[in-house]
């Protein structure tokens, strides 16, 4: 199941214990990336274009809870 992503109007909050500010985000992405190697076969990505990405889970970090985040709005957001 995917999480919601936040907008400009929302954010995450964990439900048990309030957080607003820490988690783990687990994320799957397909990306095409333009990479640079110098001369001593160092990488360096130059330009990187998502194709599509979706977040799998959001894990509390101050209270460990998983499926326990919502999506609420963002105090002051424009809706």
Request: charged share 30%; with cysteine.
């Amino acid at each position: 199941m995917t999480v919601p992503k936040p907008t400009d109007g929302t954010r995450w909050r964990c439900t048990l214990c309030g957080n607003l500010t820490r988690f783990d985000v687990t994320r799957s992405s397909k990306v095409v990336e333009y990479v640079h190697l110098d001369l001593a076969g160092e990488p360096r990505i130059e330009e990187q274009e998502v194709l599509s990405e979706s977040i799998e889970s959001v894990r509390c970090r101050w209270c460990d809870a998983a499926d326990q985040v919502e999506l609420v709005e963002r105090p002051g957001a424009q809706v």
